[in-house]
């Protein structure tokens, strides 16, 4: 399975807003709230099915709508594609 990078979620992100809608997701964004960044719970739940169906992650939503920014999403979805030592 690939590995969820930053990079990764932004595409995602842009996907869940859509093209007309795509916030500007440049540089070291992963410490900005999703709600500065554009995106409402209703994308941040979008982006977890995402995750769900290109990565196989599977979180919850009060998991997923607790992490505020990227980095905390990076940090739950990382954790569990992790492979098992």
């Known amino acids: 399975m ?3 990078t930053l990079a990764g979620l932004a595409t995602i992100l842009r996907e869940v807003a859509g093209e007309d809608d795509a916030a500007p997701l440049e540089g ?3 410490d900005v709230p999703f709600a500065e960044l554009g995106y409402d719970s ?3 739940l979008e982006m977890a099915a995402c ?3 290109d ?3 599977h979180l919850s939503d ?3 709508l607790g992490t505020g920014t990227p980095r905390k999403v990076l940090e ?3 954790a569990e ?3 098992a030592p």
């Open 81 to 83: 594609i992790a492979p």
């Open 51 to 53: 995750l769900s169906r």
């Open 2 to 4: 690939k590995p969820l």
């Open 42 to 44: 209703i994308a941040v």
């Open 76 to 78: 739950l979805a990382g």
């Open 55 to 57: 990565y196989g992650v």
């Open 28 to 30: 070291d964004f992963a």
């Open 62 to 64: 009060e998991d997923v």
